[in-house]
């Protein structure tokens, strides 16, 4: 396997953006391809310095590629870049043009994420449904569903630069919004596997078990016994959706408890 | 150009290497010929980028630029040590055409060196001239035997040749290499070598290529504008 620090100009953003993308040398036949997000302090180093991504990708012959989306929360945001177009659209367009092994087809290509990067998953899974055929959501959910103001504090400040002033919930920034969109069109539908540690506030699933439950969606929500919002969570969250994805049965069905 | 930095498992040498690369920009169409930039003695993946401009002068030319890290190996199978000829100029391009549209023409293939990479360059393409159509040597040291009497800090050149009565009638003394393959006389598959400098040791190599019949050109012009030159034919 191959480790690769690529520096990728973005037109979208006018910017140098790095990726890690795990390569398997000689590939065969096109790549399946995980797209994978980071969380809102992180960035492309993360996924790999805190899981065991490099080993999964090597034991399943898939590649990766990991991207730093700054403080965007993947979205297009209000005041600042077009991030989704970016990730949505240009990043995958480049990469599967300086490496054609990169498989283009839908049923393989895979978008997951941590925390913010959970939510950020979803934002560009269900905009961009035609790129992506499923979503591994961890440790997240509508991150645009609630009132941003600018009350002086950081965080509220970093959400009023990526959403704006108020609710962003009926826009495309909104997870609901976008699945219900997708609905009206009649699909296509991504999968969702949607993961939580039961000792975090997104255990309940953030709203969103009971929003997909009569929607059309394949949508599965799992809490993780015993974790927190933490690394131990996503690294067995993303092994197992791997798997699932692959069609892999465990061994042992609870490897990860 | 975007530009990769990455970490390989290599198989002839058996070690995890790092490669840097840069790869042709948006909108430029393959298949993409292949340029292997090589170090000198002490330098690594990083050496080409903080010593050249190499990024202007591979713009547009549809080349993948691969800058690998091959220790102070000289680029040959080390008598003890890594198998350093046969990533060159086997692995290198067998890899770019795995992951990138790559052209199959000898012609688009370039190897270039300066130092030790000279050497490399040259053992390089004398030892499979299908592997590269093009070779550059920028300063090489293309006599390394000297080295045995004058010998260059924390390099044992028995390790890297062996005995030097061993070295000297193996293919790594390149006088050797340049018989060698006029003996396998393959016309028409001859690789075209560059030397640019004006050492002693470029006009001798230079004056065996001649008599050898291998397309060979001895330049003292500027070693980047002989490289934007070749890669753009």
């Known amino acids: ?257 | 150009m975007d530009y990769l930095r990455m970490q390989i498992q290599t198989h002839a040498p058996r070690t995890p290497l790092p490669v840097d690369m840069l790869v042709p920009g948006r909108g430029e169409k393959g298949p993409f010929k292949l340029a292997i930039l090589l170090h000198d003695v002490a330098g690594n993946n990083t050496s080409w980028m903080r010593r050249y401009t190499v990024e202007s002068v591979f713009e547009g030319s549809g080349t993948v630029v691969v800058m690998p890290s091959c220790l102070n190996s000289f680029y040959v199978n080390m008598y003890y040590g890594y198998d350093m000829l046969d990533y060159i100029v086997k692995e290198i391009a067998a890899l770019c055409k795995g992951w990138f549209n790559m052209s199959d023409k000898p012609e688009d293939r370039l190897v270039a060196g300066y130092g030790m990479g000279g050497y490399g360059a040259v053992r390089a393409a004398l030892e499979q001239p299908v592997a590269f159509g093009k070779a550059i040597s920028i300063n090489g040291l293309l006599e390394p035997d000297r080295f045995y009497d004058d010998p260059i800090p924390a390099l044992k050149m028995e390790d890297v040749f062996g005995p030097k009565e061993f070295m000297l009638r193996s293919a790594n003394h390149l006088p050797n290499a340049v018989r060698q393959l006029t003996l396998l006389g393959r016309k028409g598959l001859l690789p075209e070598i560059t030397l640019c400098g004006g050492s002693e040791e470029d006009q001798r190599l230079y004056e065996a290529l001649q008599k050898a019949g291998i397309p060979a050109d001895l330049t003292t012009e500027d070693p980047m504008t002989v490289l934007a030159g070749k890669v753009r034919e």
């Not at chain 1, 059309?216 to 974790?227: A, C, H, M, T």
């Open chain 1, 1 to 257: 396997m191959a480790l690769i620090e690529m520096n990728l100009y973005s037109e979208v953003l006018n910017l140098d953006i790095p990726v890690s993308i795990i390569l398997p040398q000689n590939p065969e036949k096109p790549l399946k391809t995980f797209w994978l997000y980071h969380g809102s302090t992180g960035d492309h180093t993360l996924w790999i310095r805190y899981t065991n991504l490099e080993r999964y990708a090597r034991e399943r012959g898939i590649a990766v590629v990991v991207v730093t989306a700054h403080k965007s929360m993947f979205t297009n945001m209000v005041h600042g870049q077009n991030y989704a177009e970016f990730l949505g659209v240009e990043l995958v367009e480049r990469l599967r043009e300086v490496f054609p092994c990169l498989s283009a087809k839908r049923e393989d290509n895979y978008v997951g994420g941590l925390s913010n990067g959970a939510y950020g998953c979803l934002r560009i899974g269900l905009g961009y449904p035609e790129t992506f055929c499923a979503i591994g959501s961890f440790s997240g959910g509508d991150a645009a569903d609630q009132y941003f103001t600018d009350d002086g504090t950081y965080r509220g400040r970093r959400h009023v630069l990526v959403f704006g002033e108020g609710n962003a919930a009926e826009s495309e920034h909104g997870v609901k919004f976008l699945a219900r969109r997708l609905v009206e069109k009649g699909g296509p539908f991504p999968s969702i596997y949607h993961a939580a540690g039961a000792l975090e506030p997104s255990g309940q699933g953030d709203g969103l078990t009971w929003f997909f439950k009569d929607l059309p969606f394949e949508y599965q929500f799992e809490i993780f016994p015993g974790v927190a919002h933490e690394w131990k969570l996503w690294d067995a969250a993303l092994f197992k959706w791997i798997d699932e994805i692959l069609g892999i049965k465990p061994v042992t069905p609870v490897f990860y408890s």
